[in-house]
Nanobody, 124 residues
């Protein structure tokens, strides 16, 4: 089974930045698309960004476009989420996800593997 491990979360002030990383644990994932999702207390899990390994095309949720950047390092088999201009509403547990399909997706149900999550807290 594919295992994903997120890291880089923490506490930051409004306007600050954080960089999240997602790396495999266990066997290497050979799928095409990766994504980042987040879930705030009392809220449903929502899409943040997605990227393809081969081409590097990206897709962002409107709420983070222009502030967040998703990227990948194929050699390290690692996906990153650079978060800038953070707001209190960005506070959530952030999850790395992977899917076997080739197309990018913003839907939770379309992803096959999930990390344990890393907490991001933005203070006001």
């Amino acid at each position: 089974q594919v295992q994903l491990v997120e890291s880089g979360g923490g506490l930051v002030q409004t306007g600050g930045s954080l960089r999240l990383s997602c790396a495999p644990s266990g066997r290497t994932f050979s799928g095409e698309a990766m994504g980042w999702f987040r879930q705030a207390p009392g809220k449903e899990r929502e899409f943040v960004a997605a990227i393809s390994w081969s081409i590097g095309n990206t897709y962002y949720a409107y709420s983070v476009k222009g502030r967040f950047t998703i990227s990948r390092d194929n050699a390290k088999n690692t996906v990153y989420l650079q978060m800038n201009s953070l707001k209190p509403e960005d506070t959530a547990v952030y999850y790395c996800a992977a899917r076997d399909g080739r197309r990018l997706s913003s839907q939770v149900k379309e992803y096959d593997y999930w990390g344990q999550g890393t907490q991001v807290t933005v203070s006001s």
